[in-house]
């Protein structure tokens, strides 16, 4: 064993400064906090351990908490698309392979980052030690450096055979370059391709605590509560809590969590969840029609994602408010982009943003009514209220829209003289093939007709005032703000939060085994007033996020495997 | 050696060499212009066509071009258009936009949105062309969305298409490319180096296939073969390069070009993307490409109207004199007219003894027949370039009703892919589309 990254001296000891405060504070937190670990919550035999492809944000995440930022900005990374399963890419990493096509551009970014960070301007800031001469390899210098950098990307301590070609990796490279740095980058660049650093393994121990029984590993069980908490690689102070075997600990596993669930660096997995969760990749490649929508330009596609983003980091990190009211709150942030949509005069602040509340008399309120919802699920010329209807059942409510039938000619059905959407998709209802899908999706569009297919406020559609009455499963409504207020009641915006939340942190569908488990997570996010804080708690403590069973691995390789 | 699947089982059968190049007349071996390799590449535009004015009107050779067809006409003599062929899905749902290309692709109808039961043709294709060169394939999408790709190893593992010219000018023409026609060449010691950090990362990754279940093992494997196969690629790139006389590295990058999906963007884009890889066949870069017009389910839009191309397919009334949809012709004219620039850019591309697209072998296709309901009779296929004096061109082939993937069958054989049969359940053959064969 290498022993765990010491890492605070020359290599990002701004992050460990900032984690050692956060940390001291969290031990403050956590001795008055409610640990709920093993307490009453249902018992489930989870599932067998995993190996999940890294997202192209928790790659980045990475370098930049490894690395910096400038680092990270600088790096060109492409990972190819990965199949969205049960709603989320999340689960469709634990299937992911990288091919020889997906790997090519991977391998461009691990040696543009590794020559990065051991150029002349970053390899004294990094590096923790000086060769003995430039152009000779330096055994001692390149382990010492590898084994701490090793040991943050592979989230775990480097073998000695891992550490051993490292180093002869890097010592090789310095003969061919005459280069110390440009070998030790040629090792980096090695763990940036190596399914070590690109694949979250998950290894299992025997459980002392019950017999026959699996567990996670230390580093595993970090990893697990990393990615989900941080969207981002154990850092030092939870590589050592493995280590000390303090995660197995019901108060070891409680300090930690608390000490993270208290950072800042929650916002980010947020953020990644709700990307995900919300699909809003799709704004990477949308564009409006400019001659339909001038003002929707690519600026405003980009910030119409970062509103999203900032409303549901504002109301549910930095006010601790209710998931529900998400759909119904008026605040919002604007940049001067998005103000000539919403039709609002717009300074914004040093970073083009301002907060802003919508008055009571407001038509908009709530995730729903904002530039990026709206926009979304449209044509880049026209609304679209099916897309709507649709976007809102299966992303936010979870709930499955069926294909339209192969077969069934539209156009048929089309009302030339038909001026609203009301009336052009008033034919679906008239036909009992499309009736019964379309009742799903379009009585929710249609109450969001106010705003055009760029979220743009307007009274007509084609010269003729739109109607906006509708309603969500039995509950009818005037208007928008109405549908908002549905959306809010519903039972499902809340159950399908859990689901996929949960989903998430385990990178994995549920499974049957879990359906108790989930239903007690959903009540105890209903009587805790639906905090999401409070709920990442309860998973990251909970026995069922870590329980474990084994696969079809081999049980003397497994057993006799040692890092 | 022929491998197939037999009743479950894997069979091997051997065959004279080049047997599988052969026509009847034994005269295609002969014709085969040795010199030079034959690539492959699919070219793909989604919402199908309208068969009024796309289907020609008579078969066989001297076919006539409908107007959908006749931004075609300088590269007629190159094309072979194929109509009244079928995906058929056997009790499987017809899944709008998605049934029609995965049969083509893989000779599979999916039971299920997201399914891939096989890998997609070109992959195979280049497990038997694709060796020798720098990129195994190159792929790209005009639409400039990296979701839309076509070209898989299965589900899990989709092709990552370029999205972008520029970065298709620096993947192929940046640092690491080698001009084959420099009168010097020295290896790069940056190259063998990175040559050895793969070895490495093979070597340490030895230790955790003992770690894994069955199916994360697959993975892995899956893995390291894409390290295997880069670190052999970099092994060419050691050795000094075959000469390509009528290699020309673009002087600069192409113009950046804005995120969307307007027409004209599109094809903007798929031009940009048509230069540089024309460039880099005739530079020995690559010897197989997926180029994606427009997705399945034509999101394409037109500057000033509303609707999406999928959305005009679906809520255009039928004009009562033409009797088609004015709009989405429109659209399929649009994506007919870039096709023409990308084969119109092949053929004019001189190589050997003739043009680049005689070395070549294009299948182009869609997704849909009749997009308005999602037909999956008469999905239109297209082929161009004559493989090296393997194909014979010119030629409109009626199907009648028979399963189109008699034609990739028929593309794989012709390429050397040692198959005896393609494809699953009513989409398998065995039978090559005899018209085409030289």
């Known amino acids: 064993m290498s022993g765990i990254p010491k890492w605070s001296a020359a290599i990002g000891s701004w992050r460990a400064l900032s984690l050692s405060i956060a940390g001291a504070i969290s031990l403050i937190v956590f001795a008055v906090s409610f640990v709920s670990f093993g307490r009453g919550e249902p018992v489930t035999r989870g599932a067998p351990e995993q190996m999940r492809l890294l997202s192209q944000s928790q790659y980045l995440q990475i370098i930049e908490d490894i690395f910096g930022e400038d680092i990270a900005r600088s790096a060109t990374v492409r990972f190819a698309p990965v199949k969205r399963t049960d709603g989320l890419v999340a689960v469709g990493a634990a299937t992911a392979v990288v091919t020889p096509g997906s790997l090519e551009p991977l391998e461009y970014s691990a040696r543009q980052i590794a020559n990065n960070v051991l150029n002349e301007e970053h390899r004294a800031f990094f590096v923790p030690c000086a060769p003995a001469a430039v152009n000779v390899r330096d055994d001692v210098c390149a382990r010492e450096y590898l084994s701490k950098v090793g040991g943050l990307l592979y989230r775990r301590p480097l073998t000695p055979a891992e550490l051993k070609l490292l180093v002869e990796i890097a010592g090789r490279s310095v003969g061919t ?3 110390f740095y440009f070998g030790l980058a040629s090792s980096v ?43 981002s690689a154990p850092d030092n102070m939870l590589l050592h809590a493995a280590e000390s075997g303090d995660l197995h600990s019901p108060a070891g596993l409680g300090q930690q969590v608390e000490r993270m669930i208290t950072s800042h660096r929650v916002e980010s997995s947020l953020r990644a969840f709700f990307d995900d969760m919300l699909i809003l990749e799709s704004f990477d490649t949308m564009a409006k029609d400019p001659v339909i929508y001038p003002a929707f330009t690519l600026k405003v596609v980009s910030d119409a994602r970062e509103q999203s983003l900032r409303i549901i980091v504002d109301h549910l990190l930095s006010r601790d408010g209710d998931y529900r009211d998400l759909f119904v709150t008026r605040r919002t942030f604007l940049s001067r982009g998005l103000g000539m949509i919403y039709q609002l005069p717009v300074q914004g602040d040093s970073d083009g943003w301002t907060a802003y509340e919508f008055p009571e008399a407001s038509p908009r309120a709530g995730l729903l009514m904002q530039a990026g919802f709206l926009s979304q699920y449209s044509h880049p010329g026209r609304s679209s209220p099916t897309k709507r209807g649709r976007g809102l059942r299966e992303t936010i409510l979870c709930q499955v829209v069926p294909d339209p039938p192969g077969n069934v000619d539209i156009a048929t059905f089309e009302d030339a003289s038909a001026k609203t959407a009301r009336d052009r998709l008033s034919v679906h209802s008239t036909d009992p093939t499309c009736a019964g899908c379309h009742r799903l999706t379009d009585r929710i569009g249609i109450a969001l007709e106010n705003f055009d297919g760029a979220g743009q406020f307007r009274l007509t559609e084609n010269g003729e005032r739109i109607d906006p009455h509708s309603e969500l499963d039995g509950i009818e409504f005037a208007d928008a703000n109405g549908l908002g207020q549905a959306v809010r009641d519903n039972p499902a915006l809340t159950s399908c939060l859990v689901d996929r939340l949960y989903s998430y942190a385990v990178g994995r569908r549920i499974e049957r085994n879990e359906v108790k488990w989930v239903a007690y997570l959903e009540d105890r996010f209903a009587k805790g007033g639906y905090r999401i804080r409070d709920l990442l708690r309860i998973i990251a403590n909970s026995e069922a996020f870590y329980r474990t069973t084994r696969g079809d691995s081999d049980p003397q390789l497994l057993a006799t495997t040692n890092l | 050696m022929l491998r197939g699947m037999l009743s479950g089982g894997a069979i091997a059968v051997a065959l004279p060499l080049f047997d599988c190049l052969l026509n009847t007349n034994g005269t295609a071996y002969a014709a085969t212009n040795k010199s030079l390799p034959t690539r492959f590449g699919t070219w793909f535009w989604g919402c199908g066509m309208d068969p009024q004015i796309f289907v020609p009107t008579t078969v066989g050779a001297e076919f006539d071009l409908p107007e959908q067809l006749a931004a075609l006409k300088n590269v007629k003599q190159h094309l072979n258009v194929f109509t009244n062929f079928r995906v058929l899905t056997d009790g499987s749902p017809n899944l709008c936009h998605y049934t029609g290309w995965v049969g083509l692709r893989c000779g599979a109808a999916p039971s299920a949105r997201g399914e891939l039961p096989e890998q997609s043709l070109d992959y195979t294709i280049a497990d038997t062309i694709g060796a020798g060169t720098r990129f195994r394939q190159l792929n790209f999408a005009a639409t400039g969305n990296p979701r839309h790709s076509y070209s898989f190893k299965n589900a899990d593992a989709i092709s990552l298409p370029e999205t972008s010219a ?17 009168p010097t060449f020295t290896p790069d010691p940056r190259t063998m180096v990175r040559k050895s950090v793969l070895s490495g990362v093979l070597e340490q990754g030895k230790a955790l296939n003992k770690e894994l279940g069955t199916a994360d093992r697959a993975r892995l494997d899956q893995h390291f073969t894409a390290i295997r196969e880069l670190e052999s690629r970099l092994e060419l790139q050691l050795q000094k390069p075959p000469p390509a006389p009528q290699c020309v590295i673009p002087a600069s990058p192409p113009p950046e070009i804005p995120v969307g999906i307007d027409s004209m963007l599109v094809a903007e884009r798929h031009n940009a993307m048509t230069d540089l890889l024309v460039m880099a066949l005739v530079c020995n870069q690559t010897r197989v490409f ?27 009334p039928l004009d009562p004199k033409l009797g088609y949809q004015i709009e989405n012709a429109w659209f399929v004219g649009e994506a007919m007219k870039c096709f023409a620039y990308f084969l119109e850019s092949l053929a004019k591309q001189p190589e050997g003894d003739g043009s680049l697209l005689d070395h070549m072998l294009v299948y182009a296709h869609s997704d849909q027949e009749v997009a308005k309901v999602h037909s999956l009779n008469g999905i239109p296929m297209l082929t161009a370039g004559g493989a090296n004096g393997l194909l014979k061109t010119g030629i409109h082939i009626d199907g009648a009703g028979e399963p189109g993937t008699r034609l990739g069958y028929t ?28």
Not at chain 1, 205 to 215: I, K, N, T
Not at chain 2, 294 to 309: L, P, W
């Open chain 1, 189 to 231: 660049s090695g763990m940036l391709v190596s399914p070590q650093f690109l694949y979250i393994q998950e290894n299992l121990e025997h459980d002392p605590d019950r017999a026959d029984s699996w567990r996670l590993d230390g580093y595993s069980k970090a990893s697990r509560l990393s990615f989900f908490l941080w969207n």
């Open chain 2, 411 to 438: 593309l794989q054989r012709v390429l050397g892919v040692p198959i005896t049969d393609w494809g699953y359940k009513s989409l398998r053959t065995s039978l090559e589309i005899g018209e085409i064969l030289a």
């Open chain 1, 177 to 179: 370059a005459g280069d």
């Open chain 2, 290 to 316: 997926n180029m994606v017009y427009s997705d399945s389910a034509s999101n394409v839009t037109r500057r000033g109207f509303a609707k999406t191309h999928h959305a005009a397919t679906h809520e255009e």
């Open chain 2, 166 to 182: 520029i970065d298709v000018y620096r993947k192929i023409f940046g640092p690491d490319f080698q001009d084959p026609n420099s």
